[in-house]
């Protein structure tokens, strides 16, 4: 969603760097290339004014002026404010000194609320809370049916008493829902209302009336993320007729411009708490204001893709794998190649993962075209193969290799880059859990296991270079002959340019046979 806005900036950012001092002439430029970011990304201008405004004050100020490096400066000041007006902390949800903890959603039709309330529910279940889904959307047909249905998915208990369908007191249903609940020992209510298709006195009175009848401990306005500057509009509708405490952001993996996400906790002075990124159960979390800005300006969010590596391996499993590991290559087996590719395949989209890594933007295409059916692809041909074959792949020769394929549905060179790319990942997971770093690569010194630090006992050799002719007029000639190579094609450490080959530089064999042949 903020990947016009993330390349803007990048563009923006780009050319101060290099600069020593930063002038007034650049700040304003720098101001306007911002300015026009933001309102492309739809927004909203009082918003914009202002974040200008905070950006140009802080710019000309002694922090940046005074600072070894301008431009990172203004990085981390553009971060600031982004935190800023995102809502700057983390808002947690408040829960009730004496269950049940209820909590509301409202908003209009289409938003997302139902689906929402399965969302939610999986999340509070996965933090320890035994919610209940209550279904007091009784006008829009099917909408109780659809609330069963995802509170079945997630898990989760549901209070639907009313068929629906126009048919149905919600007002009650909100009231017995709450007894309900503390009969049957569920600890959070999640209440889910009638949306319309625009803010309406009806929709109003439902809703407050609603709120009156079960005093809600959080009311969460879900908003759709991708319905630009009328999500604002609306949110402050809601506010002054209604009352909310908190903001959900739905569909926020959309193709929007996402100008919502950055103005609706400005203007509405109530912070955004969650985010739905996805048409997934599990495509939902907290809103972290500093995360979301990290990711607009190409920083990644590595805590997020560590919180979620927590919620999916198993601490007791990795150390067991480690362990393998360091016994030697050969233990490593495509059994536990697999194992670990659906472990990674549980913590959601690959392309969602790596765009949480810093420095991917710059990799944007390369990540919106990868294709995750690839992951199945490689599934299907490991479980094609035979116990032994996946305890020891030497012994798949061409006749094998040719079977797996018909198993697998793939050609026979797929399999053949598979084994191979298994070997040469094996090789490098096993020098690395052994403290070797990666093959081919020189050791660091003083590293255990690095090869770069002195052995006891053992007299460090020497490392073999060419060598120089003992004749000063030979050696003279050598030296003028390597500066004339240099001087032709040599890069910025006097390797070989591209027409002539050292002789003296060399590749490991580790990468050699990573090239393609000539």
Not at 452 to 471: E, V
């Amino acid at each position: 969603m903020f990947d016009t806005l993330s390349d803007r900036l990048a563009a923006t950012f780009k050319n101060l760097r290099g600069k020593g001092r930063l002038s007034e002439a650049d700040i304003d430029a720098t101001a306007r290339e911002i300015r026009i970011a933001l309102l492309e990304a739809d927004v909203a201008l009082p918003v914009v004014r202002s974040f200008i405004k905070q950006v140009k004050e802080r710019a000309a100020g002694a922090e940046v002026s005074k600072a070894l490096n301008p431009a990172q400066q203004v990085i981390k000041i553009v971060n600031e404010e982004l935190v800023g007006i995102l809502g700057g902390e983390t808002r947690q949800l408040r829960f009730a000194k004496r269950p049940p903890t209820v909590i509301m959603l409202a908003g209009l039709q289409g938003a997302g609320k139902t689906t929402l309330a399965g969302k939610l529910g999986q999340w509070l279940k996965s933090k320890g809370h035994s919610p209940l889904l209550v279904a007091c959307d009784l006008q829009r047909p099917n909408a109780v049916n659809q609330l069963s249905v995802v509170a079945e998915r997630a898990g989760v208990g549901v209070y639907a008493p009313e068929p629906g369908n126009g048919v149905g007191d919600p007002v009650r249903v909100a009231e017995d829902s709450v007894e309900y609940a503390r009969s049957k020992q569920y600890d959070v209510v999640v209440v889910d209302t009638a949306g319309r298709l625009g803010i309406d006195e009806e929709m109003m009175r439902q809703a407050a009336d609603i709120r009156d009848a079960v005093s809600p401990d959080e009311i969460l306005f879900v908003v759709d993320a991708m319905i630009g500057q009328d999500a604002v509009n609306t949110a402050e509708a809601f506010r002054d007729g209604v009352g909310f405490d908190g903001v959900v952001l739905s569909k926020l993996d959309g193709d929007a411009r996402g100008g919502a996400a950055l103005s609706i906790a400005h203007i509405t002075g109530r912070q955004i708490m969650f985010a739905s990124n996805g048409e997934k159960l599990d495509d939902f979390d907290a809103f972290h204001p500093d995360r979301m800005a990290s990711r607009i300006l190409g920083m990644g969010d590595v805590l997020s893709l560590i919180e979620k590596a927590e919620q999916t391996f198993s601490q007791q499993e990795a150390e067991k794998m480690a362990a393998k590991l360091a016994k030697g290559p050969k233990e490593f087996t495509l059994d536990d190649f697999l194992a670990q590719m659906e472990q990674v395949r549980k913590m959601g989209s690959l392309s969602k993962l790596l765009g949480m890594m810093p420095g991917m933007g710059q990799m944007k295409d390369q990540i919106n075209n990868l294709d995750e059916r690839d992951v199945d692809r490689t599934a299907a041909i490991i479980k094609s193969m035979t116990p032994a074959e996946r305890h020891d792949p030497t012994i798949i020769n061409g006749s094998r290799r040719a079977r797996v394929a018909r198993g697998s549905g793939v050609d026979v060179s797929a399999v053949k880059n598979l084994v191979e790319r298994f070997f040469e990942a094996r090789k490098m997971m096993s020098r690395m859990a052994q403290g070797g770093g990666i093959p081919g690569m020189p050791g660091m010194p003083g590293m255990p296991g690095m090869g770069g630090g002195k052995k006891k006992g053992k007299p460090q050799k020497k490392a073999k270079g060419k060598r120089r002719s003992g004749n000063p007029m030979k050696r003279r000639e050598e030296e003028q002959a390597a500066a004339e190579r240099r001087a032709a094609g040599g890069g910025a450490f006097g390797l070989p340019g591209a027409g002539e080959a050292d002789e003296s530089f060399e590749l490991p064999k580790e990468f050699k046979d990573m090239l393609p042949p000539k």
